[in-house]
């Protein structure tokens, strides 16, 4: 069974918009991490943001903010005001336990339109 | 800022040839990473080194793949012999054993191109 399911093969938005990108999760382990990278046309992959599992509060990081809904083992990615520079692939990944190895889902390609 | 480097950054070889790329992951971080990333889709773990030891290589094809750290710094990743199916990016990372997240820091990986 997959861990985690990127159902978004491609995603567009308008420059200035918000977009959501969708991330589900598979585990049985109580405690887990999430994290979303941004990979750029150059191929490094850029961390964004993280949310533990028994975080309360949904993580932000300035545009970038995590929409976790626990029950639904859902942690979807909110990038509020959209710039021309969101344009990239956007990996959804986790951590299980005490192993610090990320599983990464099959990724997202944002395109941002001016 | 401390980074991940890695070398060569693209590398074309022909089949059945030998290949080793090398990573220098931020100074202090005990664990690295190699991961595999095939075009359009995620990375996938190839193995794990906790300072100099493997800590898991469970998907790593151990018939044509090594991988050593062996003072627990910089490591390499060899293939041989190559095969066209090992056209990829392989990107290394590295984290620190305890923190907050357990956040991976990635190079900027090294693509490989088998004709």
């Known amino acids: 069974a997959q861990k985690i399911t990127q159902t978004q093969p491609g995603m567009f938005v308008q420059e200035k918009e918000a977009v959501t990108l969708d991330c589900t999760y598979d585990t049985s382990d109580p405690s887990y991490g999430l994290f979303w990278y941004k990979q750029p046309s150059s191929g490094e992959m850029i961390f964004l943001i993280y949310?533990?599992?028994?975080?309360?509060q949904n993580a932000t990081e300035g545009r970038y903010s995590l929409n976790f809904q626990k029950a639904r083992k859902s942690a979807n990615l909110v990038i509020s005001a959209s710039q021309l520079g969101d344009s990239a692939m956007y990996f959804c990944?986790?951590?299980?336990?005490?192993?610090?190895?990320?599983?990464f889902g099959s990724g997202t390609r944002l395109l941002v339109r001016p | 800022e401390a980074e991940v480097a890695q070398s060569p950054r693209y590398k074309i070889t022909e089949k059945s040839q030998a290949v080793a790329f090398w990573c220098d992951p931020i100074?202090?971080?005990?664990?690295l990473y190699w991961y595999r990333q095939i075009l359009g889709q995620g990375p996938e773990l190839l193995v794990q080194f906790q300072d100099e030891s493997v800590v898991d290589d469970s998907q790593l094809p151990k018939d044509r793949f090594s991988a050593e750290r062996l003072k627990g710094v910089d490591s390499t990743l060899k293939i041989q012999p190559a095969e066209l199916g090992d056209s990829a990016m392989y990107l290394c990372?590295?984290?620190?054993?305890?923190?907050?997240?357990?956040?991976?820091?990635f190079g900027e990986g090294s693509r490989l191109t088998v004709l």
């Open positions: 949310q533990g599992s028994y975080d309360q």
């Open positions: 990372a590295s984290s620190e054993t305890s923190g907050n997240t357990g956040e991976l820091f």
């Open positions: 100074s202090g971080h005990a664990t």
């Open positions: 990944a986790m951590r299980e336990g005490s192993s610090y190895k990320l599983i």
